[in-house]
T-cell receptor, first 112, second 117 residues
Framework: AQSVTQLGSHVSVSEGALVLLRCNYSSSVPPYLFWYVQYPNQGLQLLLKYTSAATLVKGINGFEAEFKKSETSFHLTKPSAHMSDAAEYFCAVSDRAQKLVFGQGTRLTINP | NAGVTQTPKFRVLKTGQSMTLLCAQDMNHEYMYWYRQDPGMGLRLIHYSVGEGTTAKGEVPDGYNVSRLKKQNFLLGLESAAPSQTSVYFC????????????????FGPGTRLTVT
């Protein structure tokens, strides 16, 4: 069975600071992993995905994530936060069949 | 190309009333999903469909029914609404296929905010 744990339901950083959102997964098969972003009152939008190619994955809006099998982690980073990055972020793992399993979400706040 | 659309965007129901949420996608996707989103709980899968005429239960199916009569539409029904069903409901779809040639990426609609009083 697959599961996802996002460490920290709320992360607050200053504008221009490093953004680090943590995601650990458990999977019975080699995982496909995703980060989605949800802006207020909107649906989820794919930020980036890992599908067993390069372990460092680059996504939209300057975000990237690194797949670390030994740590079962897929943390999301951005070198310099922007006010427009304020949103909720979800990590998800695929069961390689029909479903995605989502983490609980991390709300990112950017302080001016 | 509208992607995934949901109707309605907002709805208020009284306990015991019924309603149907409509999801439509124009990407010719085989798979469609209904999720509910509640604070601190992420997205939980209610029901899903892997093709026209098929449905399956997800993580939290009780109190909901679904139908997939046409490939592009996936309906979510509440027969007798309860306050515990107050939530934001999201529909998603993805292309079929497994293995190295599928990314399993799901595309989401904008959501329906449902309040049951």
């Amino acid at each position: 069975a697959q599961s996802v744990t996002q460490l920290g339901s709320h992360v607050s950083v200053s504008e221009g600071a490093l953004v680090l959102l943590r995601c650990n997964y458990s999977s019975s098969v080699p995982p496909y992993l995703f980060w989605y972003v949800q802006y207020p009152n909107q649906g989820l939008q794919l930020l980036l995905k890992y599908t067993s190619a390069a372990t460092l994955v680059k996504g939209i809006n300057g975000f990237e994530a690194e797949f670390k099998k030994s740590e079962t982690s897929f943390h999301l980073t951005k070198p310099s936060a922007h006010m427009s990055d304020a949103a909720e972020y979800f990590c998800a793992v695929s069961d390689r069949a029909q479903k995605l399993v989502f983490g609980q979400g991390t709300r990112l706040t950017i302080n001016p | 190309n509208a992607g995934v659309t949901q109707t309605p965007k907002f709805r208020v129901l009284k306990t015991g009333q019924s309603m149907t949420l409509l999801c439509a996608q124009d990407m010719n996707h085989e798979y469609m999903y209904w999720y509910r989103q509640d604070p601190g709980m992420g997205l939980r899968l209610i029901h899903y469909s892997v093709g026209e005429g098929t449905t399956a239960k997800g993580e939290v199916p009780d109190g909901y029914n679904v139908s997939r009569l046409k490939k592009q539409n996936f309906l979510l029904g509440l027969e007798s609404a309860a306050p515990s069903q107050t939530s934001v409901y999201f529909c998603a779809s993805r292309a079929a296929g497994t293995g190295v040639f599928s990314s399993y990426e799901q595309y989401f609609g904008p959501g329906t905010r449902l309040t049951v009083t």
